[in-house]
């Protein structure tokens, strides 16, 4: 599977847009893009994925680039509750894959 | 519909006591999996199964065994604990095959080991 390379933090003020960028080079066509993200010490929350196209749920946006090498995770309005690691992922979808959490981005969404 | 409840929340263990960490899913889903998170650090893989019966290693597999007898447990079970295998546990599921969406987590075991 592809390594990502994501900043160790971040900071966003509340009510702008928070863009947490991700670096995958490696990535192979058949690879998906992952964004989890854990608040606090809970259990990591699924956020969108996405394979080429860009991604847009109730959550967040995903712009993957054409070339596929990077991406990006857009949370358009932060909140204080935003804030948290925020993991990228690369993943093959298959049964048998294993996805691999690096240390991801702390977000920080301050007042 | 309760997803992925894991027990027991919190435990402290002594060097060489064993125990087995408790997780079920009622959604129906082939894929289990265990992860590992240290302090300041991300999740590391430690075993998975794609289905009743099956069980593969990920990255941290040493200490720890797994069994797979149903599609809705998979317990995680430590030996003999030693001080390093302190860390909180997350059990995560998925539905499997070729199902490309999201991981459902547990809300973590959080384990210290003396």
């Known amino acids: 599977d592809a390594k990502t390379t994501q900043p160790t933090s971040m900071d966003c003020a509340e009510g702008r847009a928070a863009n947490l960028p991700c670096n995958h080079s490696t990535i192979s066509g058949n690879e998906y893009v992952y964004w989890y993200r854990q608040i606090h010490s809970q259990g990591p929350q699924y956020i969108i994925h996405?394979?080429?196209n860009n991604e847009t749920n109730e959550m967040a946006s995903l712009i993957i680039t054409e070339d596929r090498k990077s991406s990006t995770l857009i949370l358009p309005h932060a909140t204080l509750r935003d804030t948290a690691v925020y993991y990228c992922i690369v993943r093959r979808p298959y049964n048998t894959d294993k996805l691999i959490f690096g240390t991801g981005t702390r977000l920080q969404v301050f007042p | 519909n309760a997803g992925v409840t894991q027990t027991p929340k919190f435990q402290v263990l002594k060097t060489g006591q064993s125990m087995t960490l408790q997780c079920a899913q009622d959604?129906?889903?082939?894929?289990m999996s265990w992860y590992r998170q240290d302090p300041g650090m991300g999740l590391r893989l430690i075993h998975y199964s794609v289905g009743a019966g099956i069980t593969d290693q990920g990255e941290v597999p040493n200490g720890y065994n797994v069994s797979r007898s149903t599609t809705e447990d998979f317990p995680l079970r430590l030996l003999s604990a030693a001080p390093s295998q302190t860390s909180v546990y997350f059990c995560?599921?998925?539905?499997?095959?070729?199902?490309?969406?999201?991981?459902?987590f547990g809300e973590g075991s959080r384990l210290t080991v003396l």
């Open positions: 996405g394979l080429k």
């Open positions: 995560a599921s998925s539905p499997g095959d070729t199902y490309t969406g999201e991981l459902f």
């Open positions: 959604m129906n889903h082939e894929y």
